[in-house]
């Protein structure tokens, strides 16, 4: 008994010296967000000196409308895009160039930007500006399309498939693929079946594909829609770590536009969709934080790590307080921004389920269960 008494005391003696660099753990997602790579420039100039000074404004620019679209909500990008050079200078920590070539007066390469975190925070925090820092995990977008109440996933003459094939990969939150569309995956599951939203099938799709969730984004060309021929789009979200979800729009064919020629405008604009979902549910306006008392049963201190190093990861996590210590684990304060849901997301992201029973929120990892201290 004094053996194990003197143990217990050891490890808890390492769990809690190993709690106070929670706060100063850098979160290393966090700054992935917040570094911007390949920002491609193209300058001229009156020498190639002043061409390369001028690349490198033009660069800063670039890089940070990109950041914009990352991690702003659409209608910021007009109101902060053009922000004076100044200014824009004061958030960026770093840059580096990954390539250059040139003449005597130009100047075509590529840069790297690294923005400060904290400064960028305050900037849109001052203009009222909810932000989203939180990467979520790729999603495998099925791209149906439903013609004379047909369903057509495989099929060759699925121009929607087609269409989604040709988007660039996302540079945001949410990154996204297409399935490969081999044997493989036509034996995985059938149009109708994916229509119909079959689970388990698409979640079999997904890990095929190497994504953590599916998105089925059936397509529908309604060619006496008011106003003009018309694309009507229903989004179905399943399997990811993000809640289940299902949403709807509608996009209009421009004057003239076949459905061929919209297929890839049209399916670029429903990746921004996707896109802008996923900021909106894991944004925050920033500024005061909220508290959430937490038990987490961990049973040693390497689960405690994980625990913390899994929390650190997660942008809208500000400080934790280690309040109870018991052989079972720990009773924490948790201060983060945004609301409950937007930190249910970002733990469920990292494998941590957040529960709550009768006002008692419990913070376990995936498969641990709920062992409370």
């Known amino acids: 008994m004094a053996l194990r008494g003197f143990c217990l005391a050891l490890w808890m003696l390492a769990f809690a010296a190993a709690t106070p660099a929670f706060a100063q753990s850098p979160a290393a997602s966090v700054a992935e967000v917040y570094w911007l790579r390949g920002v491609e420039v193209d300058r001229s100039a009156a020498t190639a000196s002043l061409a390369r000074e001028q690349a490198i404004l033009d660069g800063q620019r670039l890089a940070w409308r990109r950041l914009l679209a990352r991690i702003a909500p659409a209608d910021a990008r007009t109101a902060l895009g053009n922000l004076p050079a100044g200014e824009l200078a004061g958030l960026i920590d770093s840059f ?57 996933l495989w099929e060759e003459d699925n121009l929607w498939r087609t269409g989604w094939a040709s988007v660039p ?45 599916a998105i089925v984004v059936a397509a529908e060309l309604d060619p006496n829609a008011p106003g003009g021929p018309a694309v009507n789009m229903q989004f179905v979200r399943t399997g990811a770590a993000a809640p289940n979800t299902d949403w709807s729009a509608t996009f209009r064919l421009g004057a003239r536009e076949t459905p061929e020629a919209a297929c890839p405008r049209v399916a670029a604009a429903a990746a921004s969709l996707i896109e802008e979902r996923w900021k909106a549910e894991v944004s925050t ?15 040693n201190l390497d689960e405690w790590v994980l625990v913390r190093r899994r929390l650190a990861e997660i942008a809208a996590v500000r400080q934790i307080d280690l309040l109870v210590l018991g052989r079972g684990g720990a009773i924490v304060d948790i201060r983060h921004e945004g609301a409950i849901e937007t ?19 419990t913070l376990s990892l995936a498969g641990t269960g709920a062992r409370a201290p």
């Open 96 to 152: 580096e160039v990954e390539n250059e070539r040139g003449s005597g007066t130009r100047w075509i390469g590529a840069f790297g930007f690294r923005f400060r975190p904290a400064s960028v925070r305050d900037l849109l925090r001052a203009r009222g500006v909810a932000y989203a820092e939180t990467p979520g995990r790729r999603v495998l977008v099925v791209p149906v399309l439903v013609q004379d109440g047909q369903a057509l």
């Open 285 to 299: 306006q920033g500024g005061e934080t909220q508290l959430l008392r937490a038990a987490i049963p961990v049973a």
């Open 343 to 361: 930190l249910r997301t970002a733990l469920a992201l990292r494998d941590m389920t957040l529960g709550e029973q009768d006002g008692a929120w």
């Open 169 to 213: 990969a996302s540079d945001g939150l949410q990154p996204w693929s297409v399935p490969a569309g081999d044997l493989d995956d036509v034996a995985l599951i059938a149009a109708d079946q994916a229509a119909a939203i079959d689970r388990p099938r698409l979640r079999a799709l997904a890990e095929r594909n190497r994504a953590q969730g």
